[in-house]
């Protein structure tokens, strides 16, 4: 059973950082593209970052400069590594991937979500 299983939520003060883990298990054949988002109290979920199988990235401009995301294509894992953390960071942040992964006698692509983790920043 293909799955995505993050690490490395929790709670920091204002100004602390976290790296956050998602790693992809199962009959995993390749990733392309891998991304971290987020949803915020009472808001829509929001692209947090993505990065692409050939290591381009992208990130919303609230995180510029304080969020860095990153990818092991032999462990079909992505992090997320946030610095200068905001109580406005505060959110429950998932993992998405897009996954090639592998059947009886093929292969099939599909997206997968995680199930999140709470990041909770104090003021």
């Known amino acids: 059973q293909v799955q995505l299983v993050e690490s490395g939520g929790g709670l920091v003060q204002a100004g602390g950082s976290l790296r956050l883990s998602c790693a992809a298990s199962g009959n995993i054949i390749s990733a392309n593209n891998m991304g971290w988002y987020r949803q915020l109290p009472g808001k829509q979920r929001e692209l947090v970052a993505g990065?692409?199988?050939?290591?381009?990235?992208n990130y919303a401009d609230s995180v510029k400069g304080r969020f860095t995301i990153s990818r092991d294509n032999a462990k079909a894992t992505v992090y997320l590594q946030m610095s200068s953390l905001r109580p406005e960071d505060t959110a429950v942040y998932y993992c998405?991937?897009?996954?090639?992964?592998?059947?009886?006698?093929?292969?099939?692509?599909?997206?997968?979500w995680g199930q999140g983790t709470q990041v909770i920043v104090s003021s």
């Open positions: 990065i692409t199988s050939g290591g381009s990235t």
């Open positions: 998405n991937a897009e996954l090639r992964v592998g059947l009886i006698f093929g292969t099939s692509t599909k997206n997968y």
